[in-house]
């Protein structure tokens, strides 16, 4: 098939946003609501991951996951961080809140599963971008970046340490930062 791509190895960084308090909308909406919001939605975050160089890699329910791998990707991950939640309060204001959680670092990138052309990506950074995102919530910010992240970043001003978070399987604590709130 002529969009498989044999497993290799990539430096990204790995983006995952979610809306908060989706299930709670829902439960309240019918179905067709929910779909008419979630349209909503990701046609409002989906657009600046391209502009920035990004693939949306998945739709996740209410979430979504993407990567960045052009040289840059941190500081295109970060500038779509930043251009979705604008996208976000200036279209659907307080109608919905989201986090995003974006994590760098080695994965692997291809055809995995058959005869599907759809790529897949595998890799730890997946994991710790994923409960980077969910630690926003715990931790009230809107975008949370790890130190693999920040490290890579040609532009680091602007950004505050917001502790560390013990995640399942790491060995150690994984610290995690946040930009200004006038950044965001």
Known sequence: M?????????????????????????????????????????????????????????????????IFESGDHADRALAAAHEMLAEVDAHMGDRCRMGVGLNSGLVL???????LDELAVIGDPVNVASRVQDATRDLGERVLMTEATRLLLDQRDGLEPRGELELKGKAAPVPVYAPQREAV
Do not use: C, H
């Open 2 to 66: 002529s969009g498989r791509r044999e497993p290799e190895w990539a430096m990204v960084t790995v983006m995952f946003a979610d809306i908060r308090g989706f299930t709670a909308f829902a439960d309240k909406s019918t179905a067709r609501e929910a779909v008419a919001y979630l349209n909503e939605f990701f046609g409002l975050v989906v657009p600046p991951i391209a502009r920035n160089g990004g693939r949306t890699q998945q739709l996740l329910g209410d979430g979504l996951l993407a």
């Open 109 to 115: 990138i291809g055809s995995i599963g058959g005869d």
